[in-house]
């Protein structure tokens, strides 16, 4: 699905009316089309299959320990607001009798991430396409985020961080679960999210 962007510039000229200011304005001259790029690259995950990323895969002749990636950039905009939430995602999986290259499992989660969200949606999202597009023994998938719409509005909380977990396969036992969520602790030891 392509994005519609002089549809979105004529919404940001009718938003910027609805607000009281004047759209030709100097300084606004050119907010809708940065507004509608922007989007563009916000929603670029609509109508997307994250699957896609996971589709070259590479048999492996022994089961192996877990596969943990942490700390990968989480950018997405919240459905109910249209307001940014941004933070990490940590992914973990026991594989089957295949792996898939380290970098692809960034490209689902920026996939998912690039369409409107709630976190709740977003972690859920990520471990059902690991398992559709991997057929792992067990996932793990944890999201980190600051939600703007709880931090510049609202209660206005700035300093609040989401946790969402989503757990698949052998990896929803509490003590498996465990051993990777010290893993992912471990990792992301000192690191500030957001």
Same mark, same amino acid.
């Given at each position: 699905m392509a994005i519609d962007r002089a549809r /979105?510039?004529?919404? @940001? @000229? *009718?938003?910027?009316?609805? /607000?009281?200011e004047d759209p030709t304005k100097e300084g606004f001259s050119t907010t809708p089309e940065r507004v509608a790029q922007a989007y563009s690259e916000f929603f670029a995950g609509v109508g997307e299959?994250?699957? &896609?990323?996971?589709a070259e895969s590479v048999p492996v002749d022994q089961l192996s320990d877990? @596969? &943990? &990636?942490?700390?990968?950039? @989480? #950018? %997405?905009?919240?459905?109910?607001?249209?307001?940014p939430f941004l933070g990490v995602a940590h992914l973990a999986y026991l594989p +089957?009798? #295949? &792996?898939? +290259?380290? +970098?692809?499992?960034? #490209?689902?989660?920026n996939t998912l991430a690039a369409r409107p969200q709630m976190q709740e949606s977003l972690t859920e999202q990520i471990a059902d396409t690991l398992v559709e597009g991997l057929d792992p023994r067990g996932v793990v998938v944890v999201v980190e985020a600051k939600h703007q719409c709880v931090g510049a509005r609202g209660v206005e909380q700035t300093d609040s961080r989401t /946790?969402? /977990?989503? %757990? #698949? +396969? *052998?990896?929803?036992?509490?003590v498996a679960r465990a051993e990777i969520m010290t893993l992912i602790g471990t990792s992301t030891a000192g690191h500030e999210h957001g």
């Open positions: /979105i510039e004529a919404a @940001v @000229v *009718e938003l910027l009316h609805a /607000i009281g299959d994250p699957l &896609v990323h996971l877990a @596969v &943990v &990636v942490t700390n990968i950039t @989480v #950018r %997405s905009m919240c459905e109910h607001h249209l307001l +089957g009798d #295949r &792996v898939v +290259g380290l +970098g692809k499992l960034p #490209r689902v989660v /946790i969402t /977990i989503a %757990s #698949r +396969g *052998e990896l929803t036992d509490p």
